[in-house]
């Protein structure tokens, strides 16, 4: 059987009862960096052996763990951070299973995406992006593809290309509210709030994850109007109303409340 087991993504106890038992049960562990496993291993005493396991060896290295799989061993594939398969290595292993028959499973845990999501506040549905790719025709191919879906978008940023990764949101994407979360878990969890033209001021350390929210539509003031409508009809008052149609719009609460009940 194939483990595909979730790890903590920060905060060392955020492991599963499960994942634990999972780790200590199996013949040996796949892992991106063995000292980075080895550090988890130990929090939690589990002694099985590491075997290297990532984006530049995989495909080379997987025909032989199936190999394993097919003569009765139990393997879990753990990545540095997080569930296995998401912008991690584990794809190809998962497919080379399905591919022979072979049982494999989910141990569920952490994921930076779903965290990053539920902080920003922003609405569903919610596209997963990822890594932006590092060709630059190809990201400007997606970007330009991603423009027209009327979606959350997630991406996930390194240090280094934070910067330029915002700059091209923003030239791809047009300027949008942005949550930029840093340091997901962690004792200096860090959550950023702007838009892409205003950019990520902010500590630069870390791996990043950045939503975006959708589109806003026109905020037209016959919309704000009818809007508005609905919210009074609902027993909301003016103040509570102006509120709830600026934090929608991505407006300024003082504003909707000229525009509409001073005008």
Do not use: W
């Amino acid at each position: 059987m194939l483990y595909i087991v979730a790890t903590p993504i920060g905060n060392l106890k955020e492991i599963t009862d499960r994942a634990i038992e999972t780790l200590n049960s199996v013949d040996y562990i796949l892992c991106e960096d063995t000292r980075t496993s080895t550090t988890l291993l130990n929090a939690y005493d589990i002694k099985k052996p590491l075997k290297s396991y990532h984006k530049f060896n995989e495909t080379k290295v997987a025909p032989s763990i199936i190999d394993d799989l097919k003569n009765g061993k139990d393997i879990a594939l753990i990545s540095d951070a997080g569930t296995p398969g998401i912008s991690d290595p584990g794809q190809i292993l998962i497919r080379l299973a399905i591919d022979n028959d072979i049982d494999y499973t989910v141990v569920s845990g952490a994921s930076a995406l779903i965290n990053a999501f539920v902080l920003s506040g922003f609405d569903t549905p919610f596209t997963f992006v990822g890594f932006l790719p590092d060709n630059n025709t190809k990201r400007k191919e997606l970007l330009a593809d991603l423009k027209s879906i009327n979606s959350t978008l997630i991406f996930y940023c390194s240090p280094h290309s934070i910067t330029d990764d915002l700059a091209d949101m923003f030239q791809g994407l047009g300027d949008r509210r942005i949550c930029v979360v840093r340091e997901i878990s962690k004792k200096f969890e860090e959550k950023t709030f702007c838009t892409l033209s205003e950019g990520y001021k902010g500590l630069v350390k870390g791996e990043f994850v950045v939503v975006v929210d959708k589109p806003q539509k026109e905020n037209s003031a016959t919309d704000l109007d009818e809007d508005l409508k609905i919210l009074l009809g609902m027993g909301i008052s003016k103040m509570d109303a102006s509120k709830v149609l600026a934090k929608a719009r991505g407006l300024k609460k003082n504003d909707v409340y000229k525009n509409t009940f001073e005008n």
